[in-house]
């Protein structure tokens, strides 16, 4: 049996409907909570604020603090500090992935309990107890905070959420079916083929993609349109909380690997990539895993998927590829340090991840 597994499944509970974010005084009620802290962003905001008529409810008493836009250090000390000066019991966040992981990893340094209502369905960043660091100025720290703790509540409404950037959605597809991409290999492994939360993990990130293969056009559509189709519903509902179930079933072993870690080295090294999602950088690390593995048949089954949703396939494509090669071997120096990409069956090197770089390009450019 693993003696390493760390099961953290997700929020302590969880609404997504029409009208669901009307429950949230009774989350506050079941913590006591009196002295709430709302972290928000400003758009995204903008667009919740008919959402929350929780907020005029006069037996709490609410205060703001408006991020920055970044999950930094920086941030969860600021919000560390008002939580401290104003005596918050709870924290709510109010916005897309960032904001979600900058209220979990500041809740965690001051112990005090939050809640998130997502406006976007980009990440599973509001299902996970992790938090993705990066600096003020956009680029990656190149490290995650992982806590125990996990939100106390997880409510959004799809009338909110489908009434957000299409393309935040679009890379929301492509980060949630790396989950199947990368943990494959590794729970298929025979000292890990047993294990019964990891079974879950492999199974949860097999409906993730399914579903996203067959139903991602439609539900585009539906959300071009303003449509909070069952299409829709159901895609978003799989982007920010049924994908954070496989790395809270299955811990490292199916969290990430190589495509997560290429995206936190692109962040970390290369200044221009940070105008893409974060999901745009994961499916071009979807291709360089597989390109890793030698796994041609697999890129060549999703490059009409790719080619639907517009993600990109290479690093070409994306004007990233740098001239100068030393960064490409800071790049794959930093992937190489990561132990999540270990836990692949395969042994794998600094040249193999380098050349896998230049084979990927090649194989792309003459598709």
């Given at each position: 049996?693993?003696?390493d597994l760390k099961v953290k499944v997700g929020p302590q509970f969880y609404r997504y409907h029409v009208g669901a974010i009307d429950f949230v005084p009774e989350i506050l009620q079941e913590f006591s909570a009196k002295n709430v802290l709302v972290v928000r962003g400003q758009r995204s905001f903008e667009k919740a604020e008919p959402f929350l008529s929780f907020l005029k409810k006069t037996e709490y008493n609410f205060q703001f603090f408006q991020?920055?836009?970044?999950c930094s250090y920086y941030g969860a000390e600021q919000i560390a500090k008002v939580v401290q000066e104003n005596q918050i019991d709870f924290i709510i966040?109010?916005?897309?992935?960032?904001?979600?992981?900058?209220?979990?990893y500041a809740a965690h340094m001051v112990n005090v309990n939050f809640g998130?209502?997502?406006?976007?369905a980009s990440n599973c960043a509001p299902w996970t107890p992790l938090a993705v660091m990066y600096k003020e100025n956009g680029e990656s720290?190149?490290?995650?905070?992982?806590?125990?703790?996990?939100a106390a509540f997880f409510i959004t409404d799809p009338e909110l959420v489908v009434d957000a950037p299409v393309n935040y959605f679009v890379a929301g597809l492509a980060d949630t079916i790396a989950k199947w991409y990368e943990s494959d290999a590794i729970l298929q492994q025979e000292h890990l083929k047993n294990e019964p939360f990891l079974q879950l993990a492999g199974y949860t990130s097999?409906?993730?993609?399914?579903?996203?293969?067959n139903d991602s056009a439609k539900a585009i559509a539906d959300m071009k349109a303003g449509k909070a189709t069952e299409e829709f519903i159901h895609l978003s509902e799989i982007v920010f909380a049924v994908a954070g179930l496989v790395g809270g079933?299955?811990?490292?072993?199916a969290r990430n690997a190589i495509a997560h870690a290429m995206h936190d080295g692109l962040s970390k090294y290369l200044p221009a990539s940070h105008h893409f999602l974060h999901g745009e950088k994961v499916a071009y690390g979807i291709f360089y895993q597989l390109a890793v593995e030698k796994k041609w048949e697999q890129i060549a089954a999703l490059i009409p998927f790719y080619r639907e949703l517009d993600l990109p396939?290479?690093?070409?494509?994306?004007?990233?590829?740098?001239?100068?090669?030393?960064?490409?071997d800071q790049i794959v120096t930093f992937v190489d340090s990561k132990e999540k990409v270990h836990l692949l069956p395969i042994p794998i090197t600094t040249d193999l991840l380098k050349e896998s770089i230049f084979e990927l390009e090649n194989y792309i450019n003459q598709e």
């Open positions: 049996m693993l003696t991020y920055t836009g970044e966040g109010v916005g897309g992935g960032k904001l979600a992981d900058l209220v979990g998130v209502i997502p406006t976007l720290e190149g490290k995650s905070e992982h806590f125990l703790r996990q097999e409906l993730c993609k399914t579903a996203i293969l079933l299955g811990d490292k072993y396939m290479s690093l070409s494509q994306m004007k990233l590829l740098p001239e100068d090669e030393t960064v490409i």
